[in-house]
């Protein structure tokens, strides 16, 4: 079997593999692999260009096909859970949608004893990692980073209709900078966007940094397994082409497989629960019972809309002028609609009283949502989305098979634990003020769900039951701690064995009250720091 030698080698170049291969390679002295399942395809038109993103989530080519078990909380229904595989990884089909999280997330990660990850501790990566353009000399803003993040610069105007109809309501507050000190309320939110063209990590570190002689990507290249000597780490096995070949790392080998595939890949390692790793003939190599375990992500329930009015993003008949001028407007300016990634405005509440962060967050997407795939909204409506920052329901990820091309048994246990409704029965209520209040009444429009007949608590939650879905944020799966079922440190470190991290959304501790890939951006700075030996910076002080 061939064997070639790196300082580092990591599997899976996503969000977080794209950083840290970056970030390593700034060294000339160590030699980087980076290597990825999926294609060198980063630039496809669906990535590429922001409105497109809905094509990019269904385009079979660019992702893994993964679904839940069917989940008994939602009547037995089995959810499709998208992931990128292609370079750039799920940061490369996501929504492009640039938040950091409550300041409190990282406070509990930090108090139950996981040093260095505290929201003072974690901003500087934030900021590292940011390039910001409309936030300029605020102190909680990056300007010389490698991702940019932008407003969209012309919404559609049913944003304004959905913040106007928000301050009608009364008892929420406008917000303008949802990654600034305090990140509540409702307002316009950033992307990371630039130039009109997605900005992914791929995009923003990756691609850059390929010019380095120190760096290989390898692309489609299947990791199998973690090369293991006794308990240390010595590589990945990789299946190139149909043949078996060995990248060792003389340093460490870094799993940056994501938060379904990097427990997959401890399990076929021989690293996991002895009972799971035996039930599929797999020598344990190391018991570590939380692979896995701890698995969740935000669900969310919809309201749609439907409307004669033509005010919303979305193909018809009468607008095709419109349609046509857009498309010259992003072909030869790379602006307008085509340069939006659609949902442009959102709001995070609490959903109780004796909350202690916004547990709530309402998403507004000015275009009717289309019943089936279609890479563009047909028709004219709008929808909000009402999703629950932090569900209690835990689930876990199994192997279906030690074969490593079969995809892992992901049960998100979805709506497991029936106090992860309220949250959902309250933003769909909230969502129905909104869409009901005066600013909107001038678009007549229908609701198609719940549907006018669905009212009553009882209705409403079997509605959700129904119709509840995941926002694409799973983590924890390898989960960060010091308990029995942590997976690794706060160095992130896989317990028990040497030379070997996992860097991604699965160590996070627990979920983050946003969307995740900002995150795990900062993950994977902290990660590069950690293992280049440099200092952490001073903590955040504003
Ligand atoms: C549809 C969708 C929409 C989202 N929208 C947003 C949003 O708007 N804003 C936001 O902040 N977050 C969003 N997210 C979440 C965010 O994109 C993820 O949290 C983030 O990308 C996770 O990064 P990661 O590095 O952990 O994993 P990934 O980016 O998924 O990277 C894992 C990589 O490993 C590769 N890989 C896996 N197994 C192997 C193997 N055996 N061998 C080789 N390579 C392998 C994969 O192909 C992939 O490239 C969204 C996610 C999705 C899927």
Request: with cysteine; glycine share 10%.
């Amino acid at each position: 079997m061939r064997a070639d030698e790196f300082d580092y080698v990591i599997a899976g170049a996503g969000t977080a593999g794209c950083v840290l291969a970056a970030r390593l390679s700034e060294d000339p002295a160590l030699r980087v692999c980076l290597v990825e399942a999926g294609g060198p395809r980063d630039r496809h038109p669906f990535i590429q260009v922001p409105a497109l993103v809905g094509a990019a989530i269904g385009n079979r080519s660019l992702g893994w096909g993964l679904k839940t078990e069917p989940q008994p909380g939602l009547g037995g229904r089995s959810v499709p859970l998208p992931r990128g595989r292609v370079v750039g990884g799920s940061g490369s089909i996501n929504g492009m949608a640039y938040f950091r999280g409550q300041p409190k997330d990282y406070d509990d990660w930090s108090a139950a004893g996981n040093a260095g990850w505290s929201w003072a501790e974690v901003l500087p990566y934030f900021i590292r990692s940011e390039s910001n353009a409309d936030h300029r000399g605020s102190p909680w803003h990056g300007q010389d980073g490698p991702i940019h993040v932008t407003h969209i610069s012309k919404p559609n105007a049913l944003n304004a209709v959905f913040l106007d109809a928000f301050a009608s309501v009364g008892g929420y507050r406008a917000c303008d900078d949802f990654t600034g000190p305090r990140p509540e309320g409702y307002g316009l939110r950033q992307g990371t966007i630039h130039r009109g063209r997605r900005d992914s990590s791929a995009a923003a570190f990756l691609r850059p940094a390929l010019s380095r002689p120190n760096l290989t990507l390898l692309t489609g290249a299947l990791v199998t397994r973690v090369l293991l000597d006794g308990t240390r780490a010595t590589g990945l096995e990789v299946q190139v082409d149909g043949a078996l070949r060995q990248l060792r790392a003389t340093r460490e080998t870094l799993l940056c497989a994501g938060a379904f595939q990097s427990p997959q890949l401890l399990m076929l390692s021989g690293i996991g629960d002895p009972e799971e790793l035996r039930a599929h003939g797999i020598d344990v190599r190391h018991a570590l019972r939380g692979v896995g375990r701890d698995l969740h992500d935000h669900p969310a329930a919809p309201i749609l809309r439907e409307m004669k009015d033509t005010l919303s993003y979305g193909l018809s008949l009468p607008t095709l002028p419109r349609s046509a001028w857009n498309l010259a407007q992003y072909l030869f300016g790379r602006t307008g609609p085509l340069a939006s990634n659609v949902f442009e405005s959102t709001a995070f509440i609490r959903s109780h009283e004796g909350a202690d962060r916004p547990d709530l967050q309402i998403v507004f997407q000015p275009a009717r949502r289309n019943p089936h795939p279609f890479p563009l909204p047909l028709g004219h409506g709008y929808a909000i989305s009402a999703v629950n920052l932090y569900p209690r329901s835990r689930g876990r990820l199994r192997l279906a098979s030690q074969d490593p091309r079969a995809l892992p048994r992901i049960d998100l246990n979805l709506l497991g634990d029936a106090e992860d409704l309220k949250p959902l029965l309250a933003g769909i209520k909230l969502g129905r003020r909104l869409l009901d209040a005066p600013a909107f009444a001038r678009f007549k429009a229908t609701e198609i769900a719940p549907g006018p007949a669905v009212q009553d608590d009882a209705a409403l939650e079997a509605y959700i039951r129904r119709t509840a879905a995941t926002v694409h944020h799973p983590v924890s799966s390898c989960r960060m701690g010091h308990d029995e079922l942590a997976v690794v440190d706060d160095q992130l470190r896989v317990r028990g064995i040497d030379a070997l991290r996992v860097v991604d959304a699965s160590v996070f501790p627990s979920i983050i009250g946003g969307n995740t890939n900002a995150p795990v951006v900062m993950v994977a700075e902290k990660a590069a720091d950690l293992l280049r030996g440099r200092p952490a910076p001073p903590a955040f002080t504003p």
